[in-house]
C-alpha cells in the first residue's frame, strides 16, 4: 500500500498515472483541507472533491477542478439576483457542496463525510480529509487577511503577500483513519503540490510526523527552477521564508524526506536528490512517472 499526501492539482496528476499502475485498492490519499470554505451556505472542499472526481472518472481534466461537463445555471442565476460567488460552481459540484454542507451541520465527522461521498461516486480508493479538525489557510496582504481562496481565485493571486497563516480555534489533529492508513502503508508519497499551502497543512497535522518518521518518504518537487509548475507556491514559497526552489522545497521538508525527486530540466542541484521527467503534459507523462516512482518504492 502507498499513501499519498495530496493537495491542488500537482498530486492528482500523479494519481492519475498511479491509479494504471498499481491496484488502485492499495492507494490511499491523504488530502488538504486547510483551503476548505462555505459558499452559498455550502461547504466546498476543492482538494478533496478534485481527488475524489478523479477517481470517480468525471473530474474535469481541462482546469482540474470540478465536474467534466458541468452546467452553471444555478451559479448564473445567483449572479442575476445580485449575490456574487466568486468561485464559478457547477451544477452537479454544488449537489456535492449541499451534501457536505448538511451532513457537516447535522454533526457528521468530515472523514465519515467523505465515505459516504466517496461511496456514492463508486470510488475505489482511500481517501481522506487530513483533519476533522477545522483549519484555513489565510494570508496576510496589503487588504489585511483573507481566505486563500480569496487570493488565488477571487485576486487571481496578483496581491503581494507578507506571510501565511493557519487559523483553527484547536489545533488540528490526524484523524485515526489517517494514521492507520501511514502505518500501514510500505511507502508515503509527497505529491508535487504547493509546499505551503498543500502540504505544510497535513504535515501539522498532530500524530502526521510521528507517524512518518518510521515510514520511507518519497517526495516529488513542484519546482523546475524558480518557477512551478502551476500555481502561487513561489510567492507562498518566499512569504514563507524559503527559496521558490526544489531545493527550498526540501528545506520545507526536512528531515521527514528518505527520497527526494526533482525535474530532468531543472537547473537547481538538490544534494542526494534523484531526477525523473516530472512535467506531467498528458495522461501518458502521468503513468511514466508514477511507474517510475512505484520501481523506486518498491527497490527502497
Not at 146 to 160: L, N, P, T
Not at 174 to 179: D, G, M, N, R
Not at 232 to 238: D, I, N, R, S, T
Request: aromatic fraction near 6%; glycine fraction near 8%; include cysteine.
Amino acid at each position: 500500500m502507498i499513501t499519498f499526501l495530496s493537495g491542488g492539482t500537482g498530486t492528482p496528476k500523479l494519481l492519475r498515472g498511479m491509479q494504471k499502475v498499481m491496484d488502485r485498492h492499495e492507494i490511499s490519499v491523504v488530502v488538504n483541507t486547510a483551503e476548505d470554505i462555505w459558499i452559498s451556505g455550502n461547504h466546498i472542499s476543492p482538494d478533496l472533491d478534485t481527488v475524489m472526481y478523479l477517481f470517480a472518472g468525471v473530474l474535469n481534466t481541462d482546469t482540474w477542478w470540478g465536474i467534466r461537463n458541468d452546467t452553471f445555471i444555478t451559479h448564473d442565476e445567483i449572479a442575476q439576483m445580485g449575490l456574487e460567488e466568486f468561485i464559478a460552481i457547477g451544477d452537479r459540484d454544488r449537489a456535492v457542496h449541499i451534501a457536505r454542507g448538511n451532513m457537516l451541520r447535522d454533526g457528521m465527522r468530515l472523514t465519515n463525510i467523505t465515505k459516504n461521498l466517496c461511496d456514492r461516486f463508486g470510488v475505489r480508493e482511500n481517501v481522506l480529509p487530513m483533519s476533522d479538525t477545522e483549519v484555513t489557510t489565510r494570508v496576510k496582504t496589503e487588504l489585511g487577511l483573507i481566505h486563500y481562496q480569496e487570493y488565488w481565485v477571487r485576486s487571481k493571486g496578483q496581491i503581494q503577500i507578507e506571510s501565511v497563516v493557519r487559523c483553527s480555534t484547536t489545533p488540528p489533529e490526524s484523524t485515526e483513519e489517517v494514521i492507520q492508513a501511514v502505518e500501514a502503508s510500505d511507502v508515503v508519497v509527497i505529491g508535487p503540490s504547493n509546499p505551503i499551502t498543500s502540504i505544510t497543512p497535513i504535515l501539522e497535522c498532530r500524530g502526521l510526523k510521528d507517524a512518518l518518521r518510521d515510514k520511507f518518504v518519497i517526495a516529488i518537487s513542484p519546482f523546475i527552477g524558480d518557477a512551478p509548475v502551476s500555481g502561487p507556491a513561489a510567492a507562498l514559497m518566499k512569504a514563507s521564508g524559503f527559496e521558490a526552489t526544489s531545493a527550498g522545497t526540501a528545506a520545507c521538508y526536512k528531515d521527514l524526506v528518505d527520497l527526494f525527486i526533482h525535474d530532468i530540466r531543472d537547473p537547481i542541484e538538490v544534494k542526494n536528490a534523484i531526477r525523473l521527467d516530472t512535467l506531467m503534459t498528458g495522461e501518458e507523462k502521468s503513468i511514466e512517472l508514477a511507474g517510475s516512482i512505484l520501481s523506486l518504492a518498491n527497490k527502497r
